[in-house]
């Protein structure tokens, strides 16, 4: 049985929490370590880059908060759309695309032009495409009161994501990455409509969140130390 949007959207704001405590406790024992063994502006410096990288996560679990409120509220039905999450070859891009189509794209042409492309969460990642090897979804999408209302989320067979802003000049951009993919036909949605599989809905149990605050929390104190022994070695 497919998990529920709202539990997918509940692992996932859970898994962010996490990492939000894990840049907390990350920063905190590297920039006390930094601070004994080193000068107080390295201590400085690594505090700051822990602090910008906690908020990363807050604003991410904002979004995905945002995200499962809208959901249950279900104050709009949503769509069926078509939909590709595409990897952004820019290095300095972080948020990969997705593209959204109201109507089937040909199967062995090249992608039409979206209507709308989004800069989506970057953690949520079942659904993505490299350029190249693209991969078209059937999915619901999320509706709001407006046309030109952000979708909260986006569910496929294959997986869920989370749209947070709209992607300027995301139109253009995506058709050219695109432009030498001749995608077959697209994944077909078997789901029925979230919204109606909540009417009757029963509480579950939270889907398994794997992984551990432990390992996130190594996971980035190894970063920051790396960068710490860097700064002190340029210094």
Not at 75 to 101: F, K
Not at 206 to 216: D, N
Request: one cysteine or more.
């Amino acid at each position: 049985m497919k998990a529920s949007v709202d539990r997918l959207l509940h692992r996932a704001t859970r898994a962010e929490r996490r990492r939000v405590l894990a840049w907390i406790l990350a920063g905190a024992l590297v920039t006390a370590g930094t601070g004994v063994v080193s000068s107080p502006p390295t201590a400085i410096v690594i505090g700051a880059v822990a602090a910008l990288l906690g908020l990363w996560s807050v604003r991410q679990t904002a979004g995905l908060m945002l995200a499962r409120h809208d959901f249950n509220r279900a104050s709009t039905p949503p769509r069926r759309a078509y939909v590709v999450l595409l990897h952004d070859p820019n290095p300095r891009a972080v948020r990969p695309l997705l593209a959204i189509w109201s109507d089937r794209p040909p199967s062995g042409e090249r992608l039409p032009k979206p209507e709308s492309v989004w800069r989506c969460d970057d953690e949520l990642l079942e659904l993505e495409s490299m350029p190249g090897h693209v991969t078209v979804h059937e999915a619901w999408v999320d509706t709001g009161p407006r046309s030109w209302s952000k979708p909260r989320w986006v569910r496929a067979d294959a997986g869920i994501t989370v749209p947070h802003r709209r992607s300027l000049f995301g139109r253009w951009y995506f058709r050219r990455i695109t432009g030498r993919d001749r995608p077959g036909a697209p994944e077909p949605l078997r789901l029925e409509n979230p919204h109606a599989a909540v009417s009757g809905f029963t509480a579950d149990e939270p889907l398994e969140l794997g992984g551990s605050l432990a390992g996130s929390t190594a996971g980035r104190l190894v970063f920051l130390a790396v960068l710490a022994a860097v700064i002190v070695l340029i210094d």
